[in-house]
Structures are given as C-alpha cells and as structure tokens.
C-alpha cells in the first residue's frame, strides 16, 4: 500500500448538475436528493476530509484503490489532494495539497474552518489535528492540539463550541477497537484535549456521530477481535448511546439494523437524527466481490424526544465511509463506498423536502 498526490493535470469530468430527477426515490423518504459536480477523479475517495469554510465546500484527502481492486492482492492509495466547490460552480478548483496523504480521520465545520482531526496512511496512524480555511482563493492551514494518541476510523461531532471524539483504531493491525471519549473546547484551545469518562458499552470503530439540542450521540459501529489468523475481525453493533455533558453517559434504544461507517455526522431532519446507508453486515462474506449489491439504503430516523426510531423510506445510493457535510441549506455527501473496494467521485446534495416541513403557523 503506498500514498500518492493527485496529478495536476487530472481531467476534468462531466459535472451534473444539482435537480438530477430521482424518480426512483422512495416517496416517502424525507429528503430530496441531486448530484453536484462530480470530483476529479475517476475512482472517487474513501473517508476524506470535508466541512465549508466561508461558503466554499472543500473535500481533501482519502484513499482509493486506483488499479484492479477484485483481485486477491490489491493496493490501496492515499492521497494529499485537495478540492474546492464554490456555490452555483460547475467544476472543482484544484491545486492545494494537505500536510501528508492522509484519510479516515475526522472533520467538522466550525467558525468558517474545516478542522481535521487524527487520520491515517498506508504505514500508520496520526493524532495530529489542523485547520483549513479558504481565505481569498488560497487554501490556509494551521496547527490545531493533537489527539491523546494516534487515531482514525473514529466519529465527533461539534455541540456548542466543544468537539467530541469517540472511538476508532490506533493502528492499522489493531485487533481491538479504542473506547476513547476526548473533548476539545475550540474557546480554550491552550488546554488541549480532555479525556472523559467513555459510554458503557463496547469499544468501537466506525460509529456515526450525532448531535441534538444539549447532547452528543453515538451509533452503532464495529469492535474488533483477533481472528484465527490474528487479523482483526469485525463484530457489527446495533447499540446507541447519548452523551449529556452535565448528566453523563445514558443508553437510548438500539438501531434497527448495524449502520457500520454511515455517513458521519448523522444529519438532522425535522428534530430527528439521520442515519443514512451504512453497513448491516448482511452481505459480509457476498462473493464474488465485483458483484456485491452495495449497502443498505434504508432512511434511519431517531427521534430524541421519544427514544425511538423509524424508517424514513430509502435513498438513491448506497455509501459508508463518507462524511456528511452542512452546506447551503442541506448536506453533502462528497464520494464514499458504494461497496466494497469500490467508490465514487460522485458527491450528492440532499435537503428536506418542502412537503415535507412542518405547517407554518
């Protein structure tokens, strides 16, 4: 496995433009759906970074595999590059470059700042955290307090002015998942990182993060164990849990289904929680690969309020690792899986539908 930097010279491909028609969609799925610019990339990433910075939508990192991805032996690349989306753009600028290659960390959008947290490469894991920003059509990137220790494949998400971060993997052949819970208030950045008490449950990776009025929540995800051939093996979980910084850890209901790497963080919708896509376990041992028929596409809905979930119809595509992006009055989800060892440069745009709002009074 080795890391690569994106060519200069990548062409572009053909964007398609937000109002695709998704006749197929499920009537009765909450959102609207429609594909902005693709990125360019023929293959399209796995977990970059993603947030806004004063209203450019920026995609940066990931890893993809670029050759034959069916065989038994494949390689997997991480890269450097780094996208910028400006609203009603047909095309993405390219150009900037991050630190390293580097993907599967974690991303939030706060203060006009993309902030990256953790990550890893084909040798190795970082705790190392920065910030992007775009500031007069140049990409800016500064230092932020590293992570207690190495980390990616985890989930956070921002309540207030304090980012969380649950959980992942401190080394590429970990056989166990991390149950670390860290705090970082963004007005007492000198203070660097609080570790707190971690929910009660199993360690985990790839949870989906959420945030709802005063609490943080976690959902789902993976822990490991060392199979027979000392390779880590993925038990999928269904557990959920929320988090109140004055109350503490409490368990809520579990989810219908494992929801393994959904997009993260978990999007609002009429006061509830949505879990998009992810990963149920189900097709685990589908072969051949080149034929599997992708994830999930059932709309998880949690509503705070009353501990309970249900189904909100389903959506046009299939995705785990992805984040999930607030952006000009909806969301992005900018690449991804679509199954396994394959992804997409196609990045979706999805907002409530206007049937779909609550009666003005």
Known sequence: MVNRSMPSHTPLLTP???GVSLASCAAHAPLE?????PLPDAEGFASPFAGVSYG??????????????????FTKVWYDSVFVLHPGALEWSTGPKLPRALGYGVSITAADSVLCFGGSDSTR???????MQWVADKLEISPLPALPRPCANACGALLGRVIYIAGGTETPASTTALSSFWA???DQLSQGWKELEPWPGPARMLSTAGVSGEAFYLFSGASLKAG???KPVRTYLKDAYRFHPKQGWSRISDLPRAAVAAPSPAPSSMGTLLILSGDDGANLDFRPLDRHPGFPRTVLAYDPTTDTWSKQGDIPLSRVTVPAVRWNKGFVLPNGEVRPRERTPQVWFAREKPEAAPPKK
């Open 56 to 73: 450019a939508l920026i995609v940066g990192g990931g890893a993809n595999i670029p050759e034959d991805k069916w065989t038994e032996v």
């Open 228 to 230: 027979p051939d000392a």
């Open 125 to 131: 894991h970082y705790p190392d955290s920065f910030r």
């Open 33 to 37: 759906w429609s594909q902005l610019p």
């Open 184 to 186: 970082l208030d963004l």
């Open 16 to 18: 398609l433009l937000v």
